[in-house]
């Protein structure tokens, strides 16, 4: 389904429409007052942005002194080229340590690999432990934020959620109780699980290390309990060295939810002593994207989720009506570039307001990605006739001064003298819920010819 | 690695995506010089690391030595029963034999863990602990209760200075905490206590 | 100093009051301005929508149009920010770059050009500014609440100077009206919700006339309050700085 087909159908409930635009624009609130008590934060994000340029422009290099460094901490290094090998890596790990139960903290990678499933086709238990994740996992549905995946959910959705699936007892969706009885259900399974799974927010060249910041120490929970830890990551996940985290964590979770840095900031090395620790490297149409000199800043993303919160229109349609593994403005130009066709709605779905380019901590100029995917998809996927006629046709009427005139007297003395049951009638969309303007007599040309001419 | 798939290609997973990176990557862009005068703000910096620990849904005190660390979580916590301190001369206060844990799991009931840090950050309240700091690595956050013991003069501003304290140690694993776990996951709603711990408590020594 | 007047494409065929006011406004402070009779659209409707090739002769027939101006001034600040960086598709020449060079959105004429910040206005009314996002984040004609840096606004700057007027303070300050050109016909339902939302951010801070520099997010929100049949009046910057009520 389109974006604009799956945003209608979700307008359908204004009430909900408001309280989801409500929820993201307070997490934009907290982002601005953080933000705006930073010394320097503007200089941050051009910073954000030069170390992650360069890091693309020198990404193969950094890649190989990643491995070499990862391989000498005793850490194993894997490489997929897309999701599918991706999945048989993780999977081919499992089986090597007969690991059946698997707990997992938030990778956004291995939701763009379809991991879970595929895992769970071969009879083994993957549970999510970021609650958010949690709860879309029980309800069936992929998360619809990428740092809040259950913001469309009610408190009292989540409350009948758990009474069927977590035998919890109706409270009225009283988020205390339910996050406790949450917290004693995924305990039992972090104690129990064979492997842990969990994606990287940045990986250091320098040190073959990696960080994973998380608010709930569910990631810890797994790591450290586990005698196996796997952990995915996407090839643009790359800083060149430790003292870039000092640019990266300030910027992360202050545009993220507003927080000056997430409760945990855990920074792996070596695995625990007879312990085993894998790395899983993922290409997954990023060295593609790499090719794109107008695309290619896309890759910058440090999934911090601001854009979402900020864009007027995923707050209004919510993550789901983009029907992407990411959504929202940073999807709208990461997913073209995956399956253009598939994805043409997205980069439309948007009224190039530039909000997000704004708000992006790593400076991705989004909002000029967006029109050149347009430029893009109207030539290179089957576009309406009518469409790509009335646009030569405007193209031409443009071009040349007498059609324009022409043109606009027709225009404005239909919308002066047809009945208005013809003019909002049901071809003109415009019409269905917004009056036209009156059409007047003159038009300005017209008036300024007529006024010099009295002159 | 793969279960025995075969590709009609002869290189590699890793070589084919290292050539592809090497390809497509754009022409040289140089590294920004990052000029750390331009984040001066002036706030007093231990005000401003007991205010950030205070918004993370930490409390902070004062102690004036290790026993004395020891006798104030008592008094907040009395009815711990499972409890560690790696603090020298605390011995007593620990329930927890260290010896006989076979695994962490074994540590699940651990309601206090008093550690010692020595490294804290203004900016966001973060507490840095490091492996040698920590018997078992779940420990910080399989425990109920984090006890985290602190030097004021061992606060820095930034998390840049923080990297630059970090830039001489070798650690196999290491993690910034600030405050107690926490999520606002159902319906934006702020709960303290996720799945780490559900009180932090900093003492300055 | 001679000014090219670009009178964008709806405005002339459906707003001309605007234009009139935008060309007495500039006369009133003394700019020599001609209104060259040649001129169409700037070609922003189809590009926008993915079609910038159609646009090419809409672009040519611009810059033919206002070479020899030493500034081209426009009561819109997504016509003048599409100018200044979407003509990049068409031969870079001395004629093209000095268009994209000079043209001027109206308020930012005014106050950085002419210097002039009072243009002897009254409009005694309490008027809410919506800050167009081409004009606000494209042109930067006033800093927008997601930068951290210096507040500033041209268009409050000169609504500021004129008798009478109050300026109303909104909950969001630059969240987008929705009209986003084709936009507002392909995902009609998200357009008309983020207009219902601005318009009644507007009502609840008291707010009797809604202005701002752009022409095509005033049609959205009027279509919207007329069908509606909201108490709110919409007029464009220049119209206000031309009042002498």
Known sequence: MNHSKAATIFNTNEKK??????????????RDKSVHAVEGWETLRSLGHGIKAHTLSNLDNYLIQFEENALKNGVQVHWAIDGDEHNRIVLSILKEHNAKKVVKSKSMLTEECHLNPFLEADNIEVIDTDLGERIVQLAKEPPSHIVLPA????????????????????????????????????????????????????????TGGFVVCTNEGNADMGAHLAPVHIACMGIEKLIPKQEHLGVFLRLLARSATGQPITTYSSHFKKPIKGNKMHIVIVDNGRTEQLSRPDFRASLHCIRCGACMN???????????????????????????????????????????????????????????????WRQIITKETPQPFVKKASMKMMGKIFAKPMQFERVGKVARWSLRNLPNSVINSKPNVWGKSRDLPIGPKESFDEWYKNRKKDE | MTNGIKTERKMSSRDYILSRAKTNKPDAIELPKIDLKVFDDSRNVLNEFIKKVETAGGNVFEATSNENVVSQVKAIFPD???????????ESFNTVN?????????????DILILESDLGVAENGAIWLKDSQIPMRVLPFIAKHLVLLLKKDTIVTFMHQAYQKLASEDTDFGVFISGPSKTADIEQSLVIGAHGALSVTVFFI | MLVGLFIPCYINQLYPQVGKATLELLEKLNVNVIYPSGQTCCGQPMA?????????????????NFKDFDYIVTPSGSCAYHVKKHY??????????KVRNNVYELCDFIVNILKIKNVN?????????????????????????????????????????????????????????????????????????????????HLNNGVQVITATDTSCLMHLEGLINRNKQPLKVLHIAEILNSNI
């Open chain 1, 17 to 30: 429409v408001d309280w989801h635009d409500k929820a993201l624009w307070f997490v934009r609130h907290k």
């Open chain 1, 151 to 206: 913001i469309h959910k009610t408190k009292e959705e989540v409350d009948e959620l758990f009474q069927e699936h977590l035998g919890t007892k109706p409270c009225d969706g009283d988020p205390q109780y339910l996050t406790g009885e949450a917290r004693k259900h995924l305990r039992e399974k972090f104690i129990k699980a064979d492997a842990a799974i969990t994606g990287v927010n940045f990986a250091i060249a320098d």
């Open chain 1, 310 to 372: 900020t864009c007027p229109i995923y707050r209004r349609s919510g993550g789901h009506s983009y029907d992407a593994t990411i959504p929202g403005p940073i999807g709208s130009i990461l997913s073209p570039g995956k399956d253009l066709k598939k994805h043409s709605s997205l980069p439309f779905a948007s009224t190039l307001c530039g909000s997000c380019s704004d708000v992006c901590p790593v400076k991705i100029d989004i909002h000029s990605q967006l029109y050149k």
């Open chain 2, 80 to 90: 711990a029963k499972v409890n560690f301190s790696t603090l020298k001369g605390s």
């Open chain 2, 98 to 110: 260290f010896e006989s844990i076979k695994r962490p799991h074994d540590l699940r009931d651990l």
């Open chain 3, 48 to 64: 926008n929508s993915g079609y910038e090739y159609e646009s090419v002769g809409a672009c040519n027939n611009f810059v033919e």
């Open chain 3, 88 to 97: 990049n598709i068409i031969p870079q020449t001395e004629d093209v770059a």
């Open chain 3, 121 to 201: 206005a009254r409009f005694p009314y309490k008027v809410g500014v919506h800050k167009s996002c081409h004009g606000l984040r494209g042109l930067r004609l006033g800093s927008c609440s997601e930068l951290v840096g210096e507040s500033f606004s041209l268009i409050e700057d000169l609504l500021n100077e004129v008798k009478g007027a109050e300026l109303m303070s909104l909950t969001r300050k630059d969240e987008c009206c929705g009209f986003g050109g084709t936009f507002a016909v392909t995902e009609e339902a998200i357009s008309v919700k983020m207009g219902k939302d601005r318009i009644k951010d």
